[in-house]
């Protein structure tokens, strides 16, 4: 942080670009796409393959073929559970990278720790930061290896869910007029599932083309998700309306289209360098060594848990942060090691972290105005960071066009283009960048609801906020699994360690119960409590109601007694992982009930 920078000052210009934001009806402020323009959820990229209804049995069903299923039918795949059937309403495996095809789509979390079951599948990632269409690939390639599309019921919403206690099984019903039964059923509809619209009015009358992101439409723009050129653009004016991590990683690729391109900003991203290049082969060979993944996995999570190891094996805008805060620590000296000196780390870190992204803009962009008004104020982790190269030069270019709209966002929409502050913009194509629903019920998201013992409902269980043991057992729900972040390591910088995790645990809860010979593996009432009474003891150490809203703070309303309970353990994502294998391995699965 420069020595210019006072930090009263700055704390204070945080409060008010955050106030300028606040809202309050937070996230009741989008609405959904299947309200409003159901047509924008159709599949664009595979056709509907007609089939007979199933009425059989499956020893597992899960829902989603994203990472979360991919990952825990693999790991049943490998315990030897035959009979893993997975569901989903794409046309095929991949979850958020079927949907998400838009051009210049890539992780954001270096490959090496973000795609799954590389070392099982003897995969190198092209890049650091792999490409939609590689991801993709990598998802048909576990699927093809652990033979998971024999039984796949894809193009296929569930409808209902409910446990029949006479046989022991949950039955499932889809849109498809299946009515089969599993023994198991997992969930992992993951939080990038239900995209989500801004209720603008006029949104209706809009004349011209318009998309989500997460259906993007090459038949209007041209190219396709490998990257050929949009040339159907070339005499287009084309508006975005979004600045978050999606529109970061498009408006490159639509500058260099269109004839024009408005970008409708409300809160500008945080937008450091990501440095992406291709893999070294000969490197690779070197560092993939049996149980070098995990490895990785482990040394990410470390070094952003305050477990600060002395290596750093990533080396990215993630584990950047987690270095700064070590350095400041240890300035300070680990004797004093109190939560007032870890807030004034992280606090002195991040001013310092934040005033460097914000000279970055300065160093880019050429017009002084639009660099102002791309600078982020708030704290690094108040929404997702996010790591780019070519987004801020794409403003330089002339066809670009930054409408920054001072934290109020878009006016209306009319019929030929989008309102801000009075004036009108004409457009002949709207792309949403506006993200997926997170803080939702989860049958909202979900699309149907669970039934469980004697008629219980997850709505009902949930109604004041989730409730689990390790975000995966949920009591009153006997075989049922969730494989998701919440309530466990609560890692959001790289989910799927998370899923990793939570897949080796229902696989060896499931084999366990083979073992015993159980057919019901059900979370104690005791037990469910005491983990969530741990869960909320805990306080993070990043404030959410002092930052601009976001999907991280429930749009600037974190004090709503649901949102309390996306939390995770106390002691950080490295300590949970340590403390979840330890549970596993000793056998008793403590806090579950096994039973005939």
């Not at 869910?161 to 949950?170: M, Q, R």
């Not at 989860?442 to 409730?467: L, P, Q």
């Amino acid at each position: 942080m420069t020595a210019a920078v006072d930090p009263v000052v700055l704390r204070q210009k945080y409060r008010e670009e955050r106030d300028k934001r606040l809202r309050p009806d937070g996230i009741d402020q989008y609405v959904r796409i299947a309200d409003l323009f159901p047509e924008y959820l159709e599949d664009p990229y595979l056709p509907v393959v007609d089939r007979e209804p199933r009425t059989d049995h499956a020893t597992f069903a899960f829902m989603g073929g994203g990472f979360a299923g991919l990952l825990t039918a693999a790991r049943l795949k490998e315990a030897g559970v035959a009979g893993v059937r997975i569901v989903d309403r794409a046309g095929d495996f991949g979850g958020t990278w079927y949907w998400n095809r838009y051009p210049g789509a890539q992780c954001d979390t270096a490959s090496f720790v973000y795609m799954p079951l590389l070392e099982e599948t003897g995969h190198m990632p092209t890049e650091k930061y792999a490409h939609a269409p590689e991801i993709l690939e990598h998802c048909r390639r576990i699927a093809t290896q652990y033979g998971l599309y024999d039984d796949a019921l894809f193009h296929t919403e569930v409808t209902r869910v409910a446990w029949d206690e006479a046989s022991g099984a949950w039955v499932i019903e889809t849109s498809r007029g299946d009515r089969f039964t599993a023994t198991y059923l997992g969930l992992g509809l993951g939080p990038l599932n239900v995209p989500k619209l801004p209720g603008i009015p006029g949104m209706g009358s809009f004349g011209g083309r318009s998309f989500h992101t997460s259906r993007w439409d090459y038949e209007y723009t041209g190219g396709d998700p490998s990257g050929s050129p949009m040339t159907r653009l070339r005499d287009k004016r084309v508006g975005i309306i979004g600045t978050g991590a999606t529109a970061v990683q498009c408006i490159p690729h639509l500058a260099h289209a269109c004839k024009d391109l408005y970008v409708f900003q409300r809160t500008p991203s945080s937008v450091d360098v990501r440095d992406n290049r291709p893999t070294d082969s000969a490197w690779f060979g070197q560092i993939a060594t049996p149980g070098w993944q995990l490895s990785w996995m482990e040394n990410f999570a470390a070094n952003q848990s305050f477990a600060f190891p002395e290596e750093d094996l990533v080396m990215d805008g993630w584990t950047d942060i987690g270095r700064r805060i070590r350095y400041r620590l240890l300035e300070a000296g680990l004797s004093e090691l109190t939560p007032e000196t870890i807030q004034a780390a992280l606090e002195q870190s991040d001013f310092e972290k934040m005033d460097g992204i914000r000279a970055r803009v300065d160093a880019i962009v050429e017009d002084p105005a639009t660099a102002q008004s791309l600078k982020a104020w708030y704290r690094q982790l108040c929404k997702r960071p996010c790591f780019h190269d070519e987004y801020l030069q794409a403003f330089n270019l002339p066809n670009v066009h930054l409408v920054d709209t001072d934290g109020r966002g878009v006016e209306r929409i009319t019929p030929s283009g989008v309102v801000v502050a009075g004036e009108e913009y004409e457009v002949d194509c709207i792309v949403y960048a506006s993200g997926f629903e997170v803080g939702t019920d989860f049958t909202r998201r979900a699309g149907f609801e669970i039934t469980g013992r004697d008629g219980h409902t997850m709505s009902d269980h949930w109604r004041d906020g989730m409730r689990t043991m390790h975000g995966v057992h949920v009591h009153g729900f006997p075989n049922l699994f969730f494989v998701q972040t919440f309530q466990g390591a609560n890692l959001i910088s790289n989910v799927p360690h998370n899923l990793y995790d939570a897949a080796r645990t229902v696989a060896m809860v499931v084999s366990h119960a083979s073992d015993v010979k159980a057919g019901r593996v059900e979370v104690t009432a005791e037990a469910e409590e005491a983990w969530m009474e741990l869960v909320l003891s805990g306080q993070s150490l990043l404030q959410g109601r002092d930052c601009t809203p976001g999907y991280y703070n429930n749009e600037g309303h974190p004090d709503d007694p649901r949102i309390r309970f996306f939390a995770g353990y106390p002691a950080g994502p490295s300590a949970y992982f340590q403390y979840i294998e330890a549970w596993r391995s000793d056998g008793r699965f403590e806090g579950l009930q096994f039973t005939k």
